[in-house]
């Protein structure tokens, strides 16, 4: 009785998603002066009718049966080229079923084609979510449609006997931004305040002194960031410049970290990696820059994009949101460029489109292949979102846009926690972000010059009246490019041009946030002290003494590692010993443990330069073309957040640094091995 009951509420939803796509049809041959259904004996309202419900109907059919094996013959395109070609494809298929249509003669342009055949999948998707929604079986038919998964009425795979863990990071979104964002009568994110009123605990953590993706992203999937000194750092035995999010920088880090840990990853067990810039040892990879440039069976990078983009209707809808949110951008920058909101970065050129990248494409592709992991029964999964981080940069940690962007990502944790309810196995949800953002006016635009300037000029060399583009730290940019399939941005040239090793060269000077570092390629290994003042006598002073400089880094040949602050002031940190005002002082008791763990770093820069921090407000000011930043120390972006579930051990309060988060995912994952799932425990499953 329950199958004949399943069949007919099946068959009526099918009736009703037809009925939708003939009303639809019919609208649209109104409508748009390009389209028409014609019957043969004239405009019977009838027999037009009857062409429209078969029209859909066709269209319905070669959708169903057609469009898997168009896309799978279509692998090879880049990502977002098999995005446009769906739209096109989808209108081929609506020409070829007006053709095949025995009642009458239907007419439809090219472009009429594609802008039909996509609303027209669109409300049949619409139709067919909103009556799944109190039909379980079809709920669950939804989520792996929408993870790429093919339905099949093969028995399911018998539960697993131990819960799986998805480990879902919000890049950039600290721990006082949750809290703002969980509390009040109307919070930006419901279902964490859910989550955190009733089966989580929210933890702080402590981040590096390099309190950005790369280094946090290392330690968490890797167990460690050592020798990772920023976002991008100058190594003076290769000439090249390391930069977190290029793939190629990634991979080379993965693999120094691999080897140093002697460990693959926190994922090598049957785990899931997905949109991250490291793999974590899993074997089942997607949207992961550390591998974009690498070819091989099931190790596709942009594997994620093709099951996304496989639905026209989902292509559409993601279509329409990223148009959305480029006129969204526009209009926000340009109401904050009419109000006279200060701090105010540049957010022209390419960055609109760099935004609707990371808050609708990047957000919703990694959502649906979680969910297929879900699905299937992944036991470890660990997934990065970069949405709010994106936006932050340009906007600011609070505010308006920001939190538009937190309320989308909590629709996406939600249905990830929808999707744990048809799994095979029970699952552990761990949220986590990897670092905070601190918001300031940028160091340019405090003080009328860049870091740059006010190297070259304590090392009296002229300075440059030329603004050089600076790249952004933000991940999105490079994310977009491996989706795009484009090479890597080129390097610049090695400082020390070929066949004059004797010339003196300039200063190279590379920022992370609000974090700068400065090496001198003339200098053989780690410069000293000493090396320094007799090449360049005022370069120190001019540096320590700056109002926007907190405080820098130094290898003093007698004493070690020492931090020099303003008016002389020192701080050794072999010793402890301080002489004036401690120039750490301002940046809370675990500044001297972060800096000296990085001061003992074989590629830390000659100097490394952090810019002060307000003690009130936490304000900083940014190297780079950012409002938001993190990279350095100083204001929130120190500052981390964990909400794991109370059915796991709670970690220690405030953990200092990734590493220790790191072995505390271990441990979670040891508890979780050693929970069996009983029958009455199992999750109810509901076909697949």
């Known amino acids: 009785m329950t199958g004949w009951r399943s069949a007919g509420r099946t068959l009526l939803r099918l009736l009703a998603v037809w009925a939708v796509g003939t009303l639809t049809m019919a609208v649209l041959a109104i409508a748009l002066p390009d389209f028409r259904i014609q019957a043969p004996g004239g405009e019977s309202l009838t027999r037009s009718a009857l062409a429209a419900a078969l029209g859909a109907g066709a269209f319905g ?29 989808n209108g081929s298929l609506l020409w070829v079923a007006l053709s095949a249509v025995p009642e009458g003669h239907s007419e439809v342009g090219p472009a009429t084609a594609v802008v039909v055949a996509s609303v027209m ?10 009556l799944a929604v109190r039909d379980p079986r079809a709920q669950a038919r939804r989520l792996r449609r929408m993870a790429g998964l093919r339905v099949t009425r093969r028995a399911p795979a018998p539960p697993a006997h131990t819960p799986g863990i998805v480990f879902l990071q919000l890049d950039g979104i600290g721990h006082d931004v949750l809290c703002a964002a969980i509390e009040g009568d109307d919070p930006a994110m419901p279902t964490l305040a859910a989550m955190c009123g009733s089966t989580h605990r929210l933890t702080p953590w402590r981040t590096d002194w390099s309190s950005q993706t790369g280094a946090a992203q290392l330690a968490l999937l890797h167990g460690t960031n050592e020798d990772v000194p920023a976002f991008r750092w100058y190594e003076k035995e290769t000439g090249e410049v390391i930069v977190s999010n290029r793939p190629s920088s990634a991979a080379e880090l ?20 997905r949109g991250n810039l490291f793999t974590g040892g899993a074997e089942q990879v997607a949207l992961v820059l550390s591998i974009a440039a690498r070819r091989g069976r099931g190790r596709h990078s942009r594997a994620g994009y093709f099951a996304y983009f496989s639905d026209p209707a989902r292509a559409a809808r993601t279509a329409a949101s990223f148009t959305a949110e480029l006129f969204r951008e526009i209009g926000q920058s340009t109401r904050a460029r009419l109000r006279g909101d200060r701090p105010r970065v540049s957010r022209g050129g390419l960055y609109p489109f760099i935004r609707a990248f990371a808050t609708v494409v ?112 933000a991940e999105a940019r490079e994310v977009a490019r491996a989706a795009l399939h484009r090479p890597e941005v080129p390097r610049e040239p090695p400082p020390r041009p070929p066949g004059e090793p004797g010339r003196r060269t300039a200063p190279i000077v590379l920022a992370s946030g609000n974090l700068g570092l400065i090496s001198f390629p003339d200098l053989p290994g780690r410069a000293g002290r000493g090396d320094i003042e007799r090449r360049y006598p005022d370069l120190l002073p ?23 602050g303003a008016e002389g002031a020192e701080h050794r940190l072999a010793t402890g010993e301080i002489k004036g005002r401690d120039p750490l002082a301002p940046f809370g008791p675990g500044a001297a443990r972060a800096v000296r763990r990085v001061a003992a770093y074989p590629h830390a820069a000659d100097l490394m330069v952090n810019s002060t921090v307000d003690p009130e407000t936490g304000a ?53 091995a050693a929970q069996p799932v009983h029958p009455a425990d199992a999750p109810a499953r509901t076909g697949s």
């Not at 999948?121 to 909103?130: H, I, P, R």
């Not at 320590?544 to 020099?564: S, Y």
């Open 121 to 130: 999948s669109v409300t049949a998707s619409a139709t067919s979510t909103f």
């Open 362 to 473: 990047q957000r919703d592709v990694v959502t649906a292949v979680v969910v297929g992991d879900i699905l299937t029964g992944r036991t470890h999964v660990f997934a990065d979102l970069v949405a709010y981080d994106e936006v932050a940069h340009h906007s600011g940690p609070r505010g308006r846009d920001t939190r538009q962007v937190l309320a989308r990502l909590d629709r996406c944790v939600e249905l990830i926690r929808q999707a744990t309810v048809y799994a095979p196995r029970p699952y552990h949800l761990v949220l986590l972000s990897d670092h905070g953002q601190s918001q300031g006016e940028t160091f340019e635009s405090a003080f009328g010059h860049s870091l740059e300037e006010v190297v070259r000029a304590g090392a009296g060399r002229p300075v440059r009246r030329t603004r050089r583009r600076r790249e952004s730290g």
């Open 620 to 672: 900083v000011h940014a190297f780079e073309d950012q409002i938001g930043c993190h990279g350095g120390l100083g204001g929130p972006q120190s500052r981390a957040f964990l909400l794991s579930p109370r059915a796991l051990s709670a970690p220690p309060f405030e953990p200092m640094g990734a590493e220790a988060v790191h072995r505390i995912l271990r441990r979670w994952q040891r508890e979780a």
């Open 542 to 564: 001019t540096l320590a003494d700056h109002p926007g400089i907190g405080f820098v880094l130094v290898r003093d040949e007698r004493h070690g590692p020492v931090v020099l």
């Open 61 to 89: 059919l070669l959708s169903a049966l057609v469009w898997p094996w168009l896309v799978r013959a279509l692998l090879l395109v880049p990502a977002f080229a098999l995005g446009s070609l769906v739209f096109l494809l």
């Open 254 to 273: 993965q693999r120094r970290a691999v080897a140093r840990a002697g460990d693959p990853g926190l994922l090598a067990e049957d785990g899931a990696s």
